[in-house]
Each structure stands twice: as C-alpha cells, then as structure tokens.
C-alpha cells in the first residue's frame, strides 16, 4: 500500500471509528448491551466498507 494511501487510509478509518463511537454514546441502551455493541462495532478489521464509502463520496465531489 502506498504511503499517501496508507496515511489516508487512517485518517478515514479514524474519522469512522469516532462517527461509531458518537453514535453508541447517544443511545439510552442498558450497560450490558451497549458493551456487547461496541464489542460488536469495534472489534478489528471492520473498516473496509466505510472507508470506501468515504472515499468514494470524496471522488464524487462529495464531502463525507
């Protein structure tokens, strides 16, 4: 992976990490559940679909 693409990579994986994270935090759900969300949310390798999301919408002009 190129280093301008890896850099990117991060910085979009890290802009969809927080988005996930705000998201969580504004639910009312019990302790329980919401641990088992961010489980679910946060474990590895689960970055490839926003971070094409976000790319694509900035190749179409977009500003994700």
């Known amino acids: 992976m190129p ?3 890896a850099t ?9 990490d927080a988005a996930l994270d705000r998201a969580l935090a504004a639910g009312s759900w019990p302790a329980s559940l919401r641990k088992a969300m961010r ?5 590895g390798g ?6 094409l999301c976000l790319m694509a919408a900035r190749s179409a002009g977009g500003r994700p």
């Open 8 to 16: 990117t990579w991060k910085r979009l994986a890290a802009q969809a």
């Open 39 to 43: 489980y679910s949310v946060f474990a």
């Open 3 to 5: 280093a301008s693409l």
């Open 46 to 51: 689960k970055r490839l679909r926003p971070v």
